[in-house]
């Protein structure tokens, strides 16, 4: 939840340094990208790993080395100064998913599997409400520069109660199925090519890269087209963001019931939600005006249905591959498509708006998720076991 804090206050102030600096959308977008291209590709890297160190420092790490980030990022006065730092941001928070996600896989009896893991899920959709009303507040009532610097001490604190609470824990990866050989490290690099191979988890890939490409470019600028969009001003604008958080808690849930309805299929599950994510943002593309506010608001909100996709890809199908010790390299890849789609979309985002308007960029979402659904149907059926 505390990690939101220090990704999503950009976000919230994205109009602000518009207003004081100067800067075209397009330019803001690239130092999103920034984050998504370093937290992209440390998934990659740290997703491996994962399966290999102790949560405890590993995890303590990137917490610590994201409060710094932030704090600096506060303090910066120039573009390509903020385009360093959220760059280092996005990779020590790309240490983190991945063995979060191993943790639960670990720890969580099979009967409380999914429980356990859209308890973990619930705390993104907490920490987006969060960073939303508290951060929000603090830059329109003090300064945008305090949205960085009271989630870098945040985040600084909770490395230190990381790195406190597993201070009995040097457990690495258990033994599953009475095998005592290391699977995560067998191979090198050409085992984890051939597992990605074999289980064609470059097709689900491709699908999360399309789908970070929606997720996150509504995460990045939805308060910027709201605020534009519906002639509203930024604080009413962040008001209402705060808000959507707390109803993508009722699509997380519904998310894990239909997985289970499908007998925890993820992929006719998938199908069902890229549908959902269809449906929406054609009728947002005819709700942005000023006389259909509160509509535009709950298609917004809707659109949430992009986030039950990306929870069902990045920690439903990772811990099908529990037994082969791969939970945190998978996690960390499918992770890594997502945030590599995030890294093309704000500066794309960024672009189109300046250059056509927001019902263009709406017309591009549209245009990804048909995509998706296609591409969804040459994915392998993944089917954990039944809870």
Known sequence: MVVYFGRVNLSIVLTFLQNEYGYSKAALGIVAAGFFGTYAAGQLINGVLGDRFNPRYFVSLGLAASGLANIMFGVSRSLPAMFLFWSINGYFQSMLWGPMVRLVSEYSPPEKLHK??????????????????????????????????????????????????????????????GKSEDTAARGGLWGILDFLLRTR????????????LVKEGLTLWSPTILSESQSLGMDKALLIMTLLPLLNLPV???????????????????????????????????????????????????????????????????????????????????????????????????????????????????????????LTIFTRDYKTKKQ
């Open 116 to 177: 356990g893991l859209i308890f973990l899920i619930s705390s993104t959709i907490i920490g987006y409400f969060f960073s939303y009303a508290v951060l929000g507040q603090i830059t329109v009532l003090i300064h945008w520069k305090w949205a960085f610097w009271a989630p870098g001490l945040l985040l600084l604190i909770m490395a230190f109660l990381w790195f406190w609470a597993f201070r009995g824990n040097t457990r690495k990866s258990a033994p599953v199925s």
């Open 252 to 374: 997380l849930v519904l998310s894990g019931w239909v997985n289970k309805l499908f007998r925890h299929h993820e992929k006719p599950t998938l199908f069902f939600f890229l549908a959902l994510s269809f449906v929406f943002a054609v009728m947002l593309k005819f709700t942005l005006r000023d006389t259909l506010l509160w509509m535009s608001i709950a298609l917004f909100s809707l659109i949430a249905a992009a986030f039950a996709i990306n929870n069902l890809l990045i920690s439903f199908v990772p811990v099908n591959f529990q037994k082969e010790q791969r939970v945190s390299t998978a996690a960390g890849f499918l992770d890594c498509a997502t945030y590599a789609g995030a890294a093309i979309s704000g500066p794309l985002v960024g672009l189109l708006a300046d250059r056509s308007g927001w019902k263009s960029v709406v017309d591009g979402w549209i245009m990804v998720t048909v995509m998706a659904i296609i």
């Open 201 to 212: 988890l470059w097709v689900v890939a491709l699908v999360c890269v399309l789908e970070g």
